[in-house]
């Protein structure tokens, strides 16, 4: 899996299966195999009520072709 959000905005990553990271990493994606697990920050600060936002795999096109993008999980922002 290559994950990334739909609008390619940064999200922090503080931990993966093997514990928390000595420090948080900003990253705009994540490559993932099976059974691996990250825990992640997403800031919504920035994006207006209503919207929604949908965290994507990049699935590589066969023989070199267009990426696929599938999406996984989608995020509906909110007021607090």
Known sequence: LN???AD???FTIIGSD????PEPV???WILMSQ????SVIVDFTNYEP???LQLQN???GEMGGVADLIPI???RVSMS
């Open 50 to 52: 209503g919207i929604r």
């Open 58 to 60: 990049h699935y590589p």
């Open 26 to 28: 900003t990253a705009t």
């Open 73 to 75: 999980l989608q995020f």
């Open 8 to 10: 390619n905005a940064p």
């Open 18 to 21: 093997v514990g928390y990271l």
């Open 3 to 5: 994950l990334t959000l």
């Open 35 to 38: 059974g691996e697990r990250y």
